[in-house]
Structure formats: structure tokens, C-alpha cells
């Protein structure tokens, strides 16, 4: 009687489920969307948006004709850091096309403060963000912050309570 096999890791295992369905493009497109600032520098990411990859070949939107030949200059350095960044088997060319760069909004907090009302933003925004504290993701936080701030602002004031109302 033979024993078990050797384990495989947890990552093994997630790797080739992705790899036999077919999500491996799609989860590289994915970390590349969520790290591109990190991955190309503040300049080139606020010019610059990895739109999808398609066999093998990343579709990135450019800001403007100029950009556009900018990084056709810089085509084998970008496509050799994607691919150090991504695995050399998932991206193998770059494809550049002019378009809209989605804008991030990040709302400070001052601007969700004023949508909470002046009678209430100091307490409801520090209670907001004690709510938010434990979204690990800073995109989806502040986003949740905002769709928070925004139902608080609709809210009808209520009523001051005297000493004598007090549940």
C-alpha cells in the first residue's frame, strides 16, 4: 500500500484551476489594473490605462497622440518590465491606442464632510472612517465612505434632544 502523495501548495492548486479555465489573462489584467501606478511610475499611469488583455496582447489606452509615441519609443522596455511583473507566457506584445483615461476620485475628507452638513461632519466623519477603518482596499474604502456620506447627507436632521428627552 502506498502513502500520499506529495502536498501541493495552495497556490499550486489555484494557478492550475486558473490556468484550465481560462481566467489567467483575465486575473494578470486584473493585477495590473489594480498595481499599474506602482508598476510603470506616477507619470506614465496618469497618462496611460491597461484596458484588457486579448492573446496574450495587452490593449493600454494613452491620453494623447503625443504619449502614444512616446511609449512606441519605449515599447520593449514597458513590455519587458510587464512581463517581469506578470510572467513572460501571459504577455507578449502591447498594443497602444488613443482614449479616455478614467479619472480616480479619491474623496478627502473635507469633501465628504461637506456632504455630511456642517451641523454633524466632525463626529459623523470620524465615525464614518472608524466604520470604514477595517476595508482593507483604499479604492473601495473611499468609495464606501462616499456612498455613506452621500445616504447621511439625505437624511432629514433630527431634532435636538434636551436633557429632559433623552432616551
Not at 490605462?49 to 488583455?53: G, L, R, V
Not at 431634532?159 to 428627552?165: D, E, I, K, L, Y
Given at each position: 500500500?502506498t502513502?500520499p502523495?506529495?502536498?501541493?501548495?495552495?497556490?499550486?492548486?489555484?494557478?492550475?484551476?486558473?490556468?484550465?479555465l481560462?481566467?489567467?489573462s483575465?486575473?494578470?489584467?486584473?493585477?495590473?489594473q489594480?498595481?499599474?501606478?506602482?508598476?510603470?511610475?506616477?507619470?506614465?499611469a496618469?497618462h496611460t490605462?491597461?484596458?484588457?488583455?486579448r492573446f496574450?496582447?495587452?490593449?493600454?489606452i494613452v491620453r494623447?497622440?503625443?504619449?502614444?509615441?512616446?511609449?512606441?519609443?519605449l515599447k520593449?522596455?514597458?513590455?519587458?518590465?510587464?512581463?517581469?511583473?506578470?510572467?513572460?507566457?501571459?504577455l507578449?506584445?502591447?498594443?497602444f491606442?488613443?482614449?479616455?483615461?478614467?479619472?480616480?476620485?479619491?474623496?478627502s475628507?473635507?469633501?465628504?464632510?461637506?456632504?455630511?452638513?456642517s451641523?454633524?461632519s466632525?463626529?459623523s466623519?470620524?465615525?464614518l472612517?472608524s466604520?470604514?477603518?477595517?476595508?482593507?482596499?483604499?479604492?473601495?474604502?473611499?468609495?464606501?465612505?462616499?456612498?455613506?456620506?452621500?445616504?447621511?447627507?439625505?437624511?432629514?436632521?433630527r431634532?435636538?434632544?434636551?436633557?429632559?428627552?433623552?432616551p
Open positions: 500500500m502513502g502523495g506529495p502536498l501541493d501548495s495552495f497556490g499550486n492548486i489555484l494557478s492550475g484551476l486558473s490556468k484550465r481560462g481566467l489567467e483575465r486575473l494578470v489584467e486584473l493585477r495590473l489594480r498595481r499599474w501606478r506602482d508598476i510603470v511610475g506616477e507619470p506614465m496618469s490605462c491597461p484596458a484588457q488583455i496574450k496582447k495587452l490593449y493600454l494623447n497622440p503625443v504619449w502614444l509615441q512616446q511609449l512606441t519609443f520593449p522596455a514597458l513590455l519587458a518590465k510587464l512581463q517581469a511583473e506578470s510572467g513572460t507566457e501571459s507578449t506584445d502591447i498594443a491606442r488613443v482614449g479616455e483615461i478614467p479619472v480616480e476620485t479619491e474623496a475628507p473635507a469633501t465628504l464632510a461637506a456632504d455630511l452638513g451641523t454633524q466632525e463626529k466623519w470620524a465615525e472612517v466604520h470604514t477603518a477595517m476595508i482593507q482596499d483604499p479604492s473601495i474604502r473611499e468609495q464606501f465612505r462616499e456612498v455613506i456620506s452621500r445616504y447621511l447627507a439625505q437624511l432629514p436632521p431634532p435636538a434632544r434636551g436633557p429632559s428627552q433623552v
